[in-house]
C-alpha cells in the first residue's frame, strides 16, 4: 500500500494505476477504523481495480470543537488494517492540504430541507462540512465509485444529493451497517464508551427492532413516544427517534403501510453521541430481553 500525503501525489499516482486499470473505489473515512470500513474496502476490491482510502478528521464537519478534540486517532492499527486488506493507496491529508485557503466554508451546497432536519438540525452546519470536504476528495481521487456506510443514513442521502448537485459522474455504494454481537452499530465514537456503555448501548439497536416489530398503519406518533421513553428508562439522552420515508427521509407521522420507512436514533450515553437506524419493513422479528 502506498501512504500519500500531498493531493498532486494521489493524482499522479493514480493517473500511473490507471494506464492499465480502469476503475477505483474510494473509501473515504476519519480513522478509527473497525471492520464497518473494512467491510466498504472489501466492497471496493470486488468491484474495482484500485481501492484509495482517505483518512482526515475534517474540522469543518464538527460543530461542537470537544467533539472534534475528542475524536479518536488509532493512525498505526489503521494503516495495518487497510495494508492488511489489500487497499492500494492511502491518503493521510494535512488540513492545509485539503483546505489550501482555510477552514472557514467559501461555498453554500444547496441541501434543502436535508440540511435542517434529523441531523441538520441537531448539528447545524455539519452537512456542509461533509459535503465541502467529499467534493474536494473526490476532486482529488477522482473514482468511479464511492463506498460509504448505511449507518450515517443521512450522510449517504446527502451525499446522493451531493453527486447529483456537482454533477460527478460516480457510482454510490452504501454498504449495510455492521454490528456487533449486542446489535451495537460499529462506529469510531464507540471507541470513547466504557464497558458499562457498549453494553448499554445495545439498547439502541433494541429500540429500533421494537419500532421494526411494532409498526402498524395510521398515527406514528405514540409509537415513536414509546421508543423514546424506553431509551430514557435505559439512561439514554435522546436527541431524536423519527420515522421517515427510506428513500427520501421525509419524515412521517402517519403511515399508509405500504411506503418503504426507516426509524433514526440519534441518543447521547454520558457525553457521547451515538447514532443508528433500520430500515421498517413491518415484519415480525424476534426480541430477546425486552
Ligand atoms: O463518515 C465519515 O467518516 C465522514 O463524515 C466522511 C464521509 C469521511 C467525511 O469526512
Not at 85 to 92: A, H, T
Request: charged letters at 25%.
Amino acid at each position: 500500500m502506498i501512504i500519500l500525503k500531498y493531493a498532486a501525489d494521489v493524482i499522479s499516482q493514480l493517473k500511473k494505476l490507471r494506464l492499465t486499470k480502469s476503475s477505483t473505489g474510494f473509501v473515504p473515512t476519519m480513522g478509527a477504523l473497525h471492520k464497518g470500513h473494512i467491510s466498504l474496502v472489501e466492497k471496493s476490491k470486488e468491484i474495482c481495480e484500485i481501492t484509495i482510502c482517505s483518512i482526515f478528521i475534517n474540522p469543518t464537519q464538527f460543530n461542537n470543537a470537544d467533539d472534534l478534540k475528542k475524536y479518536p486517532v488509532t493512525l498505526e492499527n489503521d494503516i495495518y488494517l487497510l495494508e492488511k486488506n489489500g487497499c492500494d493507496i492511502l491518503f493521510i491529508p494535512g488540513v492545509s492540504e485539503i483546505y489550501p485557503e482555510g477552514t472557514t466554508l467559501k461555498k453554500h451546497f444547496d441541501l434543502g430541507y436535508l440540511q435542517s432536519i434529523l441531523e441538520g438540525k441537531f448539528r447545524p452546519g455539519h452537512f456542509q462540512g461533509v459535503c465541502q470536504v467529499v467534493c474536494r476528495l473526490l476532486q482529488i481521487t477522482n473514482p468511479t465509485h464511492l463506498f460509504i456506510g448505511q449507518k450515517d443514513y443521512q450522510q449517504c442521502m446527502v451525499i446522493k444529493r451531493l453527486l447529483e448537485l456537482e454533477n460527478f459522474n460516480i457510482e454510490l455504494i452504501i454498504s449495510p451497517t455492521l454490528r456487533k454481537k449486542s446489535g451495537l452499530a460499529m462506529s469510531s465514537r464507540n471507541l470513547r464508551l466504557n464497558k458499562q456503555q457498549k453494553e448499554q448501548a445495545a439498547e439502541i439497536y433494541k429500540t429500533l427492532l421494537i419500532l421494526q416489530q411494532k409498526i402498524k398503519p395510521g398515527s406514528l406518533q405514540y409509537l415513536k413516544k414509546e421508543a423514546e421513553e424506553y431509551l430514557i428508562t435505559k439512561n439514554f439522552k435522546p436527541d431524536y427517534i423519527e420515522i421517515a420515508e427510506a428513500d427520501n427521509l421525509k419524515t412521517v407521522n402517519q403511515w399508509n403501510g405500504l411506503t418503504e420507512l426507516v426509524a433514526l436514533v440519534a441518543a447521547f450515553i454520558g457525553d457521547v453521541r451515538l447514532i443508528d437506524n433500520i430500515l421498517l419493513k413491518n415484519q415480525p422479528v424476534s426480541i430477546r430481553n425486552l
